[in-house]
Each structure stands twice: as C-alpha cells, then as structure tokens.
C-alpha cells in the first residue's frame, strides 16, 4: 500500500465506524457460544435492516454449533468502501464487517477484488426532486435537468442545482454517471458541470431536502435524489413538500447489494435474510420498491412518488465508475490561482471588430470568467511588464486569499474586479515574462496548499523582450530543474493576438508541465477557461 493510499483522515474513518450502532434482542431460543456477526449497512435502510436483524435473532439461528446474533451499524458505503481496499491501515481500530449492505453497487464495482454480492436487497431509482408546486416546470429530458447547473442556459437561470455528495454516496455517485452518459463521456462540459454543481453539494438526503427553503436567488431549487428520500421527506408533513420527476429516458438506482465481505456461513445465512419475504416487508414499509422495482403499495395514491417504474439505463462498469469518481475527486478541489496579466505597450493596441484594446479584452473576460469561481478559490493578481517596481518587472495588485475574504472593507473578488477594471498599459513598458514566471511558480510551489489545484495562469500578447532578465534556455532549464512532482504547479498560458510566439510560450509549458492557448477575441478566452478546467482531468501528467 502507497503512503498516499496509508494516509486516513478522520472523516474517512467517521465514515466507515458510522454514527450508530442498533443494539438488537439477544438470541432467546439458542445457548451456548455466540457468534456475533458485524452487519455495516447505508445509513438510511438502518431501520429496515434492524428490524430485519432483531426478527432473525428471535429466531435463534445457529451455525457450526454457535448462536448466531445480529449487529447492525449505519455506516457510510464510501468509507467501508476505502477499508475493503486497504486504503485505511489495519492498526487504525477499524473492523472489516461480516454483510455489507451499502447504497449501491457502484462501490463494490470500484474495488479491484469484489466481495460476493448474494444479491439486492431493495431498489430506490434516482429522480429530480422540485417542490411541489414547481414540479411540472422540470418535467423533460435529464439533459435539461442537469443544464440547470451550467451557467448561462436558459435553464440555470430558472432552476438551483444540488446533488447529494459524489465521494461519499451513492445517489451524488450515480447522479454524476448519469452526467457522464448524458454529456457522451465529454471532459469539457462534464468539467464545467462539476465546477459548477461544487457548491451545492449537500452532505446527506437531510442537507438536500433544507435546500427546498431556500428560495433567495428567485430559482427554483432542483435535488438528484432518490425516490426513496422524496418519499421520505413527504412522509415528515414539511412545509415544502416535494415531488418526483422522472425524466425521459430512463434513470439508475440504488440497489442495496447484500455483499458479504465474509466467508463465514453465518453471513450468507442473514444475507438470505434481508431478500426474504419478511425484509421486503420491511423495505417496503420505509418507500423501498423491491429489487426488481415494483413499488409498495403505498405509492399507489401517496403523493410525490409514482407507483409505474422508471426505465433503467445501462449499468456503468467498473472502470466507468473509477473514472468518474477520480474525475470529481479532482475536480471538486478548490482552486489556488495566481493570475499574471501582460501590461506592455503593445497591450494598448487594438483588437479588430470589438473597440478594445487587448488589455481591455482580457480584463473583460477575466471579469467574466471570474463569475464562475467559487468564494473558496483563491486568488491572486500580479501585473507585469519591465521594470514595473523598482527593478523587478512584476507588480502585485491583489495578495494571495479566498475571493469570499475581506481585504479591508471589500472581498477580495471586488479588489480584484476593481483591479481589473483599472488595468492601464505601461506606454513604453516591455514584456518581462520570463523572470515574472519564474518568480510566480517558485512562489507558488514556496507557498503550496497540497488540499487545492495550484495554478499559474498567464495571459500574454507576444514574446519576453526583456534585455535584463534571463534567456530563454535558462529559463527552461529553471523550469525543468524545479519541477517537483510532490508539489506540483500548473501552467496554463493564454497567449492574444497575432503576435504570440507560440512555439516559445509552447516550449515553457512543456518545461513546465502545462499548456498553451491562443485566444483572438474576448470570447476564446472564456472557452479557453472551460478547457483549462477539464485539463485537470489528467493533471499534471498531461
């Protein structure tokens, strides 16, 4: 096992112990040694699977001449997920359970040895969930559901995205696999989703549901459920009850595969347990369809949920799920940005058909596309261009911080919107980029944040003309020397105009471990900025 794979955070362990444990009646018909079997199930089948456990504990089992007695944990599936893959290390204190009964089969898919799956014992399909009174607004395709989080769509300016949390379960999980078909497997836009979906991200179904209150933006709020938490909301007499929209096309579901970690017969007796027709009572009585999807007979006249079984969408395999999990768990990282922006004399001429100068363009995207970043990215800006301060060609405008912190009686995002908005050329300054670079990288991998992306992004419209700072090779050579790969820093360079040397901005990136753009008008830039964060996707190998 990797360090990295050594290393558990106390979440993650949270994750696996659970929040609780359901003590069950002891075995009353069976004596003798008894033989206690761990059962670690999704948090909210914890009822169902307890009433489940207590009935075979009444019953007095007994396997190879021991009593059997049933415990059930709730426990989150990602965290038993990460301990049946070694990720968490033996000596942490935590316990390999005999029946796992997680969310979904989309993590045990994820390990590369599976424990046997002694089948399902519920379904919950994924819907949309609308309050109630908005619910005919969202009724379409998945495709427009999901649009609801890009910025710009009709859509997004109607409806409020939230999805439950992809890295810890299954509905966030599904819901981006549902992104994944729905996009065809396309980095950029499944990027820009992510991006975006990355804060409204609720913990668990309880999160979720609080954000059908929330009605400050005037959109209107749209939960990637299950149709099992809609129902169960509904059932709690809320305020703003929800209801289910079943887009066209089909859905996945949560299948609460019955997994057995353990060898032990005792185990694979309760397995049979929970598909029995006692535990689909159980199931059923808490707004679980059975595993092959026919409802409870609830459904039939209770509001919110529908009784007619959604179409299923192919099941992603193994490798689709690793994929798009190791996708988010890059992208869902906050951003860390030093952006440097050319201020030389040739930033003052014009760019054809729009009436701005080249440094006007640039700072109007960058106003633009600073409207996509999340309050927790940080951010700084340095100007540059020769001689700028005292000797050194870079100036800082704006110091290092979340956009959401104050800097005196403003955010940091108003400091540097203003900054933006300011930005002058330096009539007779030239372009300093290499020693300006050269700083900027060493600064950010001196003040590295390990928990962010770290990025230098550059916006430049020619070559380094500075008869003071260092040659190209010498450049290079700094750049190669200094690459680290437990600190890694991206380059991204954005290169205006006619007369960018592209070879020469190419041959830094690759030094660098980053990549080069070139951008004629306001409008490549912000598509440049959507290319740049799919890049993340392969960071920094690619």
Do not use: K
Request: with cysteine.
């Amino acid at each position: 096992m990797t360090a990295a794979a050594g290393a558990v955070s106390g979440a993650v362990l949270a994750a696996v112990l659970g929040t609780s444990v359901y003590a069950l009646s002891e075995t009353r018909s069976c004596s003798g040694p008894v033989r206690t079997l761990d059962v670690a199930v999704a948090p909210e089948i914890a009822g169902a699977v307890s009433a489940v456990g207590a009935g075979f504990n009444r019953r007095g089992h007994r396997v190879q001449g021991r009593c059997v007695r049933i415990a059930v944990r709730a426990a989150g599936p990602a965290g038993v997920r990460a301990l049946l893959a070694g990720e968490i290390p033996p000596d942490a204190g935590v316990r390999r359970p005999d029946v796992w009964v997680p969310d979904s089969s989309l993590w045990p898919r994820m390990l590369a040895a599976p424990p046997a799956v002694a089948g399902s014992a519920a379904r919950s399909p994924l819907v949309a969930a609308l309050p109630r009174a908005e619910a005919a607004r969202a009724a379409g395709s998945w495709r427009r559901v999901l649009d609801a989080a890009v910025p710009g769509t009709r859509e997004s300016r109607s409806f409020r995205l939230t999805v439950a949390d992809p890295a810890r379960t299954g509905t966030g999980l599904a819901s981006l696999l549902i992104v994944d078909a729905r996009y065809g497997r396309a980095a950029a836009p499944f990027a820009a989703f992510a991006r975006d979906v990355r804060e409204h991200v609720a913990r668990d179904p309880e999160a979720q549901f609080a954000a059908l209150a929330r009605r400050g933006s005037g959109r209107v709020p749209v939960l990637l459920t299950s149709e099992q938490a809609v129902w169960a909301h509904d059932r709690s007499n809320p305020s703003d009850p929800a209801e289910a929209v079943y887009p066209r096309g089909g859905t996945l579901s949560l299948d609460y595969p019955v997994t057995l970690p353990s060898a032990d017969p005792a185990a694979r007796l309760f397995g049979r347990a929970l598909r029995s027709g006692a535990a689909r009572e159980a199931f059923r009585a808490r707004g679980f369809r059975d595993p092959d999807g026919a409802p409870p007979p609830a459904f039939g006249g209770a509001g919110g949920v529908a009784a007619r079984r959604p179409p299923e969408l192919p099941a992603p395999d193994g490798a689709d799920v690793v994929r798009v999990a190791q996708a988010w768990a890059r992208l869902a990282l906050a951003s860390r940005m030093l952006s440097l922006i050319d201020v030389s004399g040739s930033m003052a001429r014009r760019v054809p058909g729009t009436g701005l100068t080249r440094l006007q363009a640039i700072a109007q995207a960058s106003q633009r596309g600073l409207a996509l970043q999340p309050d927790d990215t940080e951010l700084a800006q340095w100007i540059f261009s020769t001689r700028l301060d005292g000797a050194r060609d870079w100036h800082e405008n704006v110091p290092m911080g979340p956009l959401g912190g104050r800097i005196g009686s403003a955010t940091r995002r108003q400091r540097i919107l203003s900054a933006l908005a300011a930005l002058r050329p330096m009539p007779d300054g030239g372009t300093g980029l290499y020693d300006t670079l050269l700083a900027a990288v060493r600064y950010m991998r001196r003040t590295y944040r390990p928990e962010m992306v770290n990025t230098v992004l550059v916006f430049t419209d020619g070559r380094d003309d500075d008869p003071g700072g260092p040659a190209l090779p010498a450049t290079l050579s700094a750049l190669r020397a200094e690459r680290d790969p437990a600190r890694p820093v991206q380059i991204i360079v954005i290169g205006f105009g006619p007369d960018v040397d592209t070879a020469e901005l190419r041959g830094i990136a690759d030094a660098a471990g980053g990549s080069v753009y070139t951008a004629h008008a306001p409008q490549d830039i912000l598509r440049i900025f959507g290319q740049a964060t799919a890049r993340r996707l392969c960071a920094p190998d690619c």
